[in-house]
């Protein structure tokens, strides 16, 4: 096992005899390598070592089956949409595609939350005032998501386009946000029933950075 680890054998002993230091990040990061521990029982075990797990470096790029379920199980009653880490949709049912409608744009950015948030599409389902307030808020999870991701590419091309594309956005930026508002009143025009009211909650799947918002019909 210290071979596999890349540490000393002596060392080793001393760790599971629990008289060694506490173990470096480096030598957890070996160990839960070594011992082909899940992404859990790694962070566990960093726990256990009185260090944070480390941060992943991107988003699970699949959204487990349950949940796609369930999303399919409330299409003709509650709004449900998924988006990742970086911001992007990756799952909506049938009522969040009829309240929130469709992208015709092809930006590479057509399925980002936080693009979305600078576009017309925004302001004829939020409002001005809605989409006013969607866009200072969405500034801010850009925020959250690059100090997550900071290496991350898209997430800085994002910043990019924003950046020279949106005054809006640039202001917002400027005010150095980071909010953790997950849940609010909402009042979106559906395209047939006009102005409708909602409870909008956010779930976080961390193991996967993928967040669940739901809209609650209110009233």
Known sequence: MAETAGISVEYYTRL?????????????????????????????????????PP????????????LLHLLRGLDGTVPVTIH?????????????AELLGTQSSTSR???????QGFSATARRVLGDEGAHRYARWATAELRSAMGRYPDDEYLRSLFAELS???????SYWERGEVMADRSAVKRLHHPTRGWL???SEMLHDPERDHWIVIYAPSG
């Open 197 to 199: 009211v909602f409870q």
């Open 84 to 96: 990742d880490g970086r911001l992007d949709v990756m799952a909506r049912n049938a009522a969040a």
């Open 55 to 66: 941060e992943p470096l991107a988003p699970d790029c699949k959204v487990r089956p349950g």
């Open 164 to 170: 020279a594309t949106s005054a809006t956005f640039r």
């Open 16 to 52: 599971e005899q629990g008289r060694a230091p506490r173990p470096s990040r480096e030598v957890l990061t070996a160990l839960a390598r070594a011992l082909g521990l899940t992404a859990p029982e790694r962070d566990h075990l960093f726990r256990l070592a009185g260090e944070l």
């Open 109 to 115: 950015y057509r399925h980002n939350i936080v693009h």
